[in-house]
């Protein structure tokens, strides 16, 4: 699976289920930052992975967790809703979803201030600078477009109170403390009495796929397709499903790319109602699709 924070990772190996696991990434961060996770996981209890991630004052934007690329534009953004930090930290604490939609038909000068905040930080040249010409390429739209509706219908669909994401883009500035249901799940997990084997791997996912021989029961690409062009996805997808055993199955997550990945799959068999299904309860809202695929 592709490393990216970490926090997938760590989940997975509390759950005991696991025998063996790659973790994938061309960027060495994300691997150091996934090592060190997973070590707050084995070693640590809940207290000391609070504290080393940042999450003991968010406020502050330090520790592990507030040093990113996302973390950077998310800091940005908060800014521009200041004049709203009473609304910001009520929204967090309502109880139900219900009581949530109610507090932001109140403020409509919120919303306004949260879209045009996106917009500014969302802009196009500013992703280009933090993540390169190809994470942008083949946008299905403006991606400061994507991103304010993506954020506007999570807040009428998902509990903020219970999404750690929303947290972290809108809210963790106005917050000198971390209520336990707001942290991102693994952090609050017992230790496992182990972890199973696992291998990391500073590289590319085609490159990693094309490399080796053993099969794989479930493959997480993640977005890394939001990078590609047809060819190259096509490219990808065909190593995937080579190296996917009988009855694995694959992931993949498309945030703002209009590549026709499921045209892209070869022999690759799209469960289209289970992807719909993991794209309305994906709580990392920014992807507008989630597909899942396995061996016809």
């Known amino acids: 699976m592709i490393a990216s924070g970490g926090c997938t990772a760590a989940y997975l190996c509390a759950q005991g289920t696991i025998a063996s696991l790659d973790l994938v990434d061309p960027n060495p961060y994300q691997l150091e930052l996934t090592k060190r ?7 640590e209890e809940r207290g000391a992975r609070v504290s ?3 999450h003991d004052c968010p406020s502050k934007h330090k520790g592990l967790d507030y040093k990113g690329r996302y973390e950077t534009l998310f800091q940005a953004l908060q800014k521009g809703l200041s004049p709203h930090q009473g609304l910001v930290r009520a929204l967090f604490t309502t109880p139900t979803l219900e009581d949530q939609r109610a507090l932001l038909d109140s403020c409509p000068e ?9 917009q500014e930080t969302m802009a196009l040249p500013n992703l280009v600078a933090l ?10 739209r403006a991606f400061a477009e994507h991103f304010v509706d ?5 807040l009428t669909t998902h509990h903020a109170a219970k999404n750690p994401w929303l947290f972290f883009m809108i809210g963790s500035s ?24 696992i291998d990391f791997h500073n590289a590319t996912m085609g490159s990693f796929l094309e490399e080796g021989e053993s099969e794989f029961d479930f493959i997480h690409l993640s977005n890394v397709l939001d990078w590609a062009n047809p060819e190259e996805a096509a490219t990808l997808l065909s190593l995937v499903a080579k190296r996917l055993s009988p009855k694995g199955l694959v992931i993949v997550r498309q945030l703002n790319s209009s590549l026709d990945i ?19 309860t994906e709580r ?13």
């Open 150 to 154: 993506v954020t506007l219908r999570a």
């Open 174 to 197: 106005y917050f000198d403390h971390i209520p336990q249901y707001l942290l991102p799940p693994w952090i609050g997990l017992e230790r496992p009495p182990h972890l199973p084997a």
């Open 262 to 280: 499921e045209s892209c799959g070869g022999s690759l068999q799209w469960d289209s109602s289970r992807g719909q299904a993991l794209t309305t």
């Open 110 to 118: 919120f919303i306004e201030s949260l879209r045009r905040s996106i």
């Open 37 to 43: 996770k997973l070590d707050l996981l084995q070693c």
């Open 52 to 54: 080393a991630l940042g």
């Open 284 to 296: 990392a809202f920014f992807y507008r699709r989630v597909l899942i695929a396995g061996h016809a």
């Open 131 to 140: 993540f390169g010409q190809s994470a942008t390429q083949n946008p299905a």
